[in-house]
Every structure is written in structure tokens, then in C-alpha cells.
T-cell receptor, first 112, second 112 residues
Framework: EPEVTQTPSHQVTQMGQEVILRCVPISNHLYFYWYRQILGQKVEFLVSFYNNEISEKSEIFDDQFSVERPDGSNFTLKIRSTKLEDSAMYFC??????????FGPGTRLLVL | GENVEQHPSTLSVQEGDSAVIKCTYSDSASNYFPWYKQELGKRPQLIIDIRSNVGEKKDQRIAVTLNKTAKHFSLHITETQPEDSAVYFCAASIQAGNQFYFGTGTSLTVIP
């Protein structure tokens, strides 16, 4: 069964550094999402992406964040200048039907 | 925006007993309610979902009920097994393709 994949599984970075989190959505899906989960808290929406543009974004998704679909398979989340509070698990999700979202295994980001 | 509350935060049941997890939502426009199961270190997996035009849906030992008037929905697991032990998240979506608003999660432990 096709699954969403994410790399890396873990990322440690220094505050102020840029990080890029990568996702490969399920191949026939057209809708893509990023969520994050700070340890012990609920999963929070960051951004959704369709037809090569952002569909919706949350207050968390400020100018430090950007998303890109650089080719036909990858979907990336970039954090330009990481802050301590960006430490979280980041989940990518994709959907074929605008309802069911399939989640990747997550990237655990630790900002020191 | 939408606010989803989930209770209880932890739940322990004896193997074979039933488990019930409850969620409430605030926005009457929400029309899609998925439930995800997340085992330790793994991705959230969709286990069942319900749409606002349906009051109940069942899939083997798992069922979900929705009360639109009261704005709450519940997950019912019957004949629980140790492998049901995981964190369960409810979510609500206002419009197809839009973000999911997640509950805070319920850690279910099934005691053999």
C-alpha cells in the first residue's frame, strides 16, 4: 500500500540555521499538508498546498516558513531561521479526495 | 476558528472491555470527522471517519457516532485487545480540503 514518506526522520540544528524537511506524498495525490506537533501537545496545522500554490495557512506559518514542490514527487517545508520553539515533530500529509489525509512518519526537529 | 476538545486524556481498560473516547467541536460548519491512531514512534493512521450527513458508522470493532446538535462525536472500541493500545486523535474539518483541527489525544492502554 502506498505511503507518504518523510526525510530525515530526525534533524538537530542550531538556532538561526535553515532547515528543509522533505516529503514524498502518495503518487496520485494532489493535495498536500504540513502539520506540527510540539511534544505533549495537539497536532497543529501549518499549511496546505494545491496546484502549486498555498491554499490555506495558519498563524504559525509566518514569513520564516515556506513550502515548495520542486519536482513531481517532493514536497518540502523550509524554515529559514530556526527558533527554539520550532522544535517539534513535523508531519506531512497528502490527500486524493480533499477529505482523507494520509500522514507520513514525521520528522523530529530539535533546535538547540 | 474551530476548537476541538477531547476526553479523556488517558484511558486504561481491561482486555475485552469497551473503550469510549469523546470529542466536542465548536463550529457547526464542521462536516468531516476523522479518527487517527498513533502507535509509539509511528505515523498517525486513519482508522475511521464520519461525515456530517451520517449519525453512526461502524467498522468491525470500531464505531463512531456523531451528534450534530450537541456538536460532539465519539469513538467506540469494543472487545479491546492489547494491540489497540495507542494514542487516538479526533479531528474536525470545516470544508473539504481545509485543515484538520485536532483534539489533544487520548492515550489508551489495554491491560492483558
Amino acid at each position: 500500500e502506498p505511503e507518504v514518506t518523510q526525510t530525515p526522520s530526525h534533524q538537530v540544528t542550531q538556532m538561526g540555521q535553515e532547515v528543509i524537511l522533505r516529503c514524498v506524498p502518495i503518487s496520485n495525490h494532489l493535495y498536500f499538508y504540513w502539520y506540527r506537533q510540539i511534544l505533549g501537545q495537539k497536532v497543529e496545522f501549518l499549511v496546505s498546498f494545491y496546484n502549486n500554490e498555498i491554499s490555506e495557512k495558519s498563524e504559525i506559518f509566518d514569513d520564516q516558513f515556506s513550502v515548495e514542490r520542486p519536482d513531481g514527487s517532493n514536497f518540502t517545508l523550509k524554515i529559514r531561521s530556526t527558533k527554539l520553539e520550532d522544535s517539534a515533530m513535523y508531519f506531512c500529509a497528502s490527500s486524493a479526495d480533499l477529505e482523507t489525509q494520509y500522514f507520513g512518519p514525521g520528522t523530529r526537529l530539535l533546535v538547540l | 476558528g474551530e476548537n476541538v476538545e477531547q476526553h479523556p486524556s488517558t484511558l486504561s481498560v481491561q482486555e475485552g472491555d469497551s473503550a469510549v473516547i469523546k470529542c466536542t467541536y465548536s463550529d457547526s460548519a464542521s462536516n468531516y470527522f476523522p479518527w487517527y491512531k498513533q502507535e509509539l514512534g509511528k505515523r498517525p493512521q486513519l482508522i475511521i471517519d464520519i461525515r456530517s450527513n451520517v449519525g453512526e458508522k461502524k467498522d468491525q470493532r470500531i464505531a463512531v457516532t456523531l451528534n450534530k446538535t450537541a456538536k460532539h462525536f465519539s469513538l467506540h472500541i469494543t472487545e479491546t485487545q492489547p494491540e489497540d493500545s495507542a494514542v487516538y486523535f479526533c479531528a474536525a474539518s470545516i470544508q473539504a480540503g481545509n485543515q484538520f483541527y485536532f483534539g489533544t489525544g487520548t492515550s489508551l492502554t489495554v491491560i492483558p
